[in-house]
T-cell receptor, first 116, second 113 residues
Framework: NAGVMQNPRHLVRRRGQEARLRCSPM?????VYWYRQLPEEGLKFMVY????????ESGMPKERFSAEFPKEGPSILRIQQVVRGDSAAYFC??????????????FGPGTRLTVL | RKEVEQDPGPFNVPEGATVAFNCTYS??????FFWYRQDCRKEPKLLMS?????NEDGRFTAQLNRASQYISLLIRDSKLSDSATYLC??????????????WGAGTKLIIKP
């Protein structure tokens, strides 16, 4: 059973470009979470999605960031017009049930975004 | 006050020693608690859940103190491979509309030979 997959593992963008990060949850998991981790800091929750639904986006910046989890295919975190402050590790996690039923989450290897 | 606070360390500990660190949380309604381990530039991995009665897994012991609102992690007979950052995770109140995990910034542990 493959774990959570994220790609690309490393992404370099120039200021103003778009970044697209992809996450395929573990088989059988329909709950996906995105986190951002700045250097020397803890994980910051960004968004929680189920198939075709955004359940909680309270951690998402109001502008330039969006996320989706379509019926088919991976979850996508999209950052438009990237700025240097967006440089971070972006982790995706999945779970088979909602957080309220099983808080354990399984993490992908992360995408390290560098904005030049 | 941060919702979940940890001493960032680093804790420099000789191999074979016992080390312990705590994590405090601010929301008394939190119900679930975890320790995750994160190796440098890798993803977090669940180390152990923390139960009200305390729990032990080999060299690792986790305890919860609800009255003082902290959880602890004790590592006995530390190994070089224990070097990592240990992340404390607490669930928000189940009454919150946005029930989620709240992550501490982590405690860095370095085991020296």
């Amino acid at each position: 059973n493959a774990g959570v997959m994220q790609n690309p593992r490393h992404l370099v963008r120039r200021r103003g470009q778009e970044a697209r990060l992809r996450c395929s949850p573990m088989k059988g998991h329909s709950h996906v979470y995105w986190y951002r981790q700045l250097p020397e800091e803890g994980l910051k929750f960004m968004v929680y999605l189920q198939k075709e639904n955004i359940i909680d986006e309270s951690g998402m910046p109001k502008e330039r960031f969006s996320a989706e989890f379509p019926k088919e295919g991976p979850s996508i975190l999209r950052i438009q017009q990237v700025v240097r402050g967006d440089s971070a590790a972006y982790f995706c996690a999945s779970s088979p049930l909602p957080t309220s039923n099983t808080p354990e989450q399984f993490f992908g290897p992360g995408t390290r975004l560098t904005v030049l | 006050r941060k919702e979940v606070e940890q001493d960032p360390g680093p804790f420099n500990v000789p191999e074979g020693a016992t080390v312990a660190f705590n994590c405090t949380y601010s929301n008394s309604a939190s119900q679930s608690f975890f320790w995750y381990r994160q190796d440098c530039r890798k993803e977090p991995k669940l180390l152990m859940s923390v139960y009200s009665s305390g729990n032990e897994d080999g060299r690792f012991t986790a305890q919860l103190n609800r009255a003082s609102q902290y959880i602890s992690l004790l590592i006995r007979d530390s190994k070089l491979s224990d070097s990592a950052t240990y992340l404390c995770v607490v669930t928000s109140s189940p009454l919150d509309s946005n029930y989620q995990l709240i992550w501490g910034a982590g405690t860095k542990l370095i085991i020296k030979p």
